[in-house]
């Protein structure tokens, strides 16, 4: 997924609180995994904020799913 989702809207950033609902992960939990690259890097949107991509979150959960079953 490019860009652009199924959908054929953009991609979004999510923020950190979005990301730990989601994937049922902590915040400390997912910043180790990113510093280990199991988990997808963040993008950095200003100074002080940073996101990630939905795109790269979805894909994430997706691989989990496929490596658990």
């Not at 959908?7 to 280990?36: M, Q, W």
């Not at 100074?47 to 691989?63: F, G, L, T, Y």
């Amino acid at each position: 997924m490019g860009q652009q989702d199924q959908k054929g809207d953009f991609d979004r950033f999510v923020r950190i609180p979005e990301v730990a609902h989601v994937t049922g992960l902590s915040r400390s939990t997912i910043y180790n995994c990113v510093e280990d690259g199991t988990f997808p890097a963040p993008v950095r949107l200003t100074a002080r904020a940073i996101a990630w991509k939905e795109s790269e979150i979805r894909e994430w959960m997706d691989n989990r799913k496929r490596e658990v079953a």
